[in-house]
């Protein structure tokens, strides 16, 4: 192969120039064999024994050593494809192949002519091999620190954009909770209001120097009912209360009667709760006003313009 024909005549030229150079120097370039495990022979007996006294070399020796493990790491294993193998066997077999070169077997002068005959090119720098490793290894990490911070950042963002969607739905939820519970306050205040407006009337219509109350007997339809009516004889406005009558049946309602001169006026119609009470408000009218007798029958649910049904409560005005 021309790598390993490439590499025998490197070492050959390396061993040359050891035995040419006197001095520290000398060993400098066989480090790099010795790192990469190529060294061998007297080269490397001579460089050990060189390595026992020389500190500056074994420092550098392991320096060389670490680089070329760093190497394995640089570039993650691939596999080649099919093609890629199919590819290379042809290109082999179309490439003319040079003739094996005799092995050296001549005097000093005969290795130092072939040295000399070898291109000055295929010798490799030591310094540039490292500082190519180096950065091999600076560029790997800076990429893997890239990816690193890439993968934090799409981390991070999604972890905030997680916790402003939570944030955004809580307040959503207390946006819906406060909006029903301002429903529920105006709800609230709108009754409150209609019962500060029932008081105030009731407490104007009990402070009128007009007020009138009628006093309504239970019949033999309900004996125990009671009632009373209590009216501004100036306005009309009345309001009616009444105990323990008998719910009213399907269909069926009370209803006020204003009689004068023995003519009934049809007033409001009422219901009871399930103790017989019955609480309402009512105008009467300006004829009413007149009425000698109040009188409560039961009627349809809508209410009668003249009665037709039995007499409930009746009483004097």
Partial sequence: ?????????????LKTACEVLKGHDEYRDILALAALDAADGAE?????????????CRAELRELRG???????AAAPAAPSPELRTRLLASLKSTPQEPARAASTGSDAGRASNRASSPAASVVSLEDARRATRRAY??????????????LLVVSLAAVSLVLWRRNAALNSAVASLSNALERARGDLGQTRNELASARRERELFAS???RTAQ???TKMAESARARLVYDERTGEAMFTAAKLPPAPAGK???????????PMPGSVFTTDAEGRAEMRASIP???LRAQVFAVTLEPAGGLPAPSGEVYLKGAS
């Avoid at 192969?1 to 030229?13: A, E, Q, S, V, Y």
């Avoid at 309602?253 to 004068?260: R, V």
Wanted: aromatic share 8%; hydrophobic share 50%.
């Fill in 1 to 13: 192969m021309k790598g390993l024909g490439l590499l025998k005549r490197i070492k050959k030229r």
């Fill in 44 to 56: 490397l007996r001579d460089l050990e024994a060189h390595l026992a006294s020389c500190a500056e």
């Fill in 67 to 73: 680089a070329s493990s760093a190497l394995a790491f």
């Fill in 138 to 151: 600076v560029s790997r990490r800076a990429f893997n620190f890239t990816a690193v911070a890439a993968s």
């Fill in 209 to 211: 120097p007009e007020m």
């Fill in 216 to 218: 309504l007997a239970g």
């Fill in 253 to 263: 309602a009370y209803q006020l009667w204003y009689i004068a001169d023995g003519k």
């Fill in 286 to 288: 300006r004829e009413g």
